[in-house]
């Protein structure tokens, strides 16, 4: 979990490093940090606060359709 937070810092400095750093004037450069920044973080934000709900969903089988197969 923390090597996720970590990922939305990195992108976080992804986005804001154009102007940091003093390549903002490149468009390429800069369109490139921000957008691979903001995919970076968004998808480990999606990762910190959309995992909580995955790890509880699905761990235990329905009991009903395991044993209607056993006995069958």
């Given at each position: 979990m923390l090597e996720n937070w970590v990922m939305v810092v990195v992108g976080i400095w992804a986005m804001i490093s154009p102007w940091v750093l003093g390549f903002?004037?490149?468009?390429v450069a800069k369109w490139?940090?921000?957008?691979?920044?903001?995919?970076?973080?968004?998808?480990?934000?999606?990762?910190?606060f959309g995992s909580a709900d995955?790890?509880?969903?699905?761990?235990?089988?329905k009991k009903g359709r395991i044993e209607s197969k056993v006995k069958s």
């Open positions: 903002s004037s490149i468009s490139d940090s921000l957008i691979i920044g903001l995919i970076v973080m968004l998808s480990n934000v999606w990762v910190i995955a790890e509880t969903d699905g761990v235990e089988p």
